[in-house]
């Protein structure tokens, strides 16, 4: 026995451990549905214009039919500009309806790098409950997640999975990629191959979907990616600075990684002048200023666009079949932090205690504002710009893109994070349905659910989204606060918010109920901390 509570942790509860000790236990789990309807025995969407996810354009109307969990039948009605014949339309049989007529349907979107919540956060009191955060993500249509290092413990996750699975709460589908512990500045307690697969079959009998690497020893790495593949788990990673020179993104997906999370080892893999970027003699991996202000100059050290080095390393990871994770938007704030700090939706739906997390301060992770510059700023942009180019590229010649949210941190708030992704995915070239499908069918195909969700085809989970308006016109009518636009009818300004319903395996989602409980819980957490000031 050992009262080291790290050492006795059980694999997969590493990182808890160390949290735990240092004063961030887990967030308070979900354990009540308080909001959703169904599953039905039957219930049917009248009228709907489909917008699928495989990137086939808008059709319609059509009524999908839902039966328990699944979509059932999915019947053209008609043709726009025509009343619809009763005749034609499937039999109501006791069934619920939703009227879509003029409405839009969309598969549910997938967040394939998301966090249950940020135990830093309980540094600055009273961090959030995790249905704080799986209400946010139901209320912008997120409908699945993939759980990118389980920092609550995997035991916690599989909990809220099997939770979420048995509608005992109101959550997303939920996949688990607990956080190989080998990297010596984060938490390292896996030494030689042996104890990595030991680990990884160990996290495996536990139920683990997947794996979150930061880096590791390049034979442990190798190794582990090779256990990971034989036992059927998927595994992502984040190429930490500490480790990216001995591995960057190709060499891991030569060894079987399944994505490259955000853009680090990417660049890397595109340096043909150098092995090492440059660092600056006072950098300091610890000091968060030096490490994200150095971070947005790896891009333009790397091969032009174009060149043979650049297209040389695209075929390499398109021939792997290799799928990157880019979450631009956790780094969005980098090229103009003044707008993520007074962003629409502060006042009333960001946690108190994630919002001081946000502020500069010495030892926060992501909190690095201390003299963040219009040079800072300029050199994100550049770097945003060839980062951009090569994914964009790289979707164009047939490769998978996905998105991401990594919200919790950079003034990054749960599913307004996710929204502002696919606005970013849309700067870099891809067109509003290119868009959608990555964050649809793509996501699904990287998370092996292609056959599950993903798309609106018959036989699949009833994994849905209904739209008081086209998404494909404006990404910004996602948003939980909507956009702001002029009526010229009345001369006043409204906030046009589009997502009506989500549907999680046919649990209908009121947003606009989920959306004013969270208001309420952010507005009832400030008043009691107002009254024990």
Known sequence: MTDDPIAAAAPGEEMTARNAKNGMPPLAPATAMEHGTGPFRRLILRGATVIDGTGAPPWGPADIVIEGDRIAAIVPVGVPGKPISPTRRPPADGAEEIDCHGRFVTPGLIDCHAHIGVPYHGLHGGASPASYVYKLWLAHGVTTIREMGCFNGLGWVLQQKQASAANEIAAPRILAHPYFPGVNDMLKTIHTPDQARAWLAAIRERGADGVKFFGAPPALMQAALAEAKALGLRTGCHHAQQAVTRMNALTTARWGMTSAEHYYGLPEALYERRIVGDYAPEYNYNDEYYRFSTAGRTFPQAAEPGSAKWNEVMEQFLELDFTFVPTYTIYDANRDVMRYRRADWHDTYTWPSMWRFFQPARGGHGSYW?????????????????????????????????????????????????????????????NPLEVLRSATIQGAALCGLEHETGSIEVGKAADLLVLDENPLNDFKLLYGTGAMRLNDETGQVEWRQALRHTIRAGVVFDVHALLADIRDAVAAQKERETEQA
Do not use: P
């Open 370 to 430: 201390f003299r963040w510059s219009t040079t800072n700023e300029i050199e994100w942009k550049q770097h945003y710009r060839l980062w951009m180019q090569f994914l964009n590229e790289y979707k164009n010649r047939g490769g998978r893109v996905c998105t991401g949210s990594d919200s919790g941190f950079i003034y990054q708030t749960f599913g307004f994070g996710y929204v502002r992704e696919l606005e970013l995915l849309q700067e870099a070239g891809f």
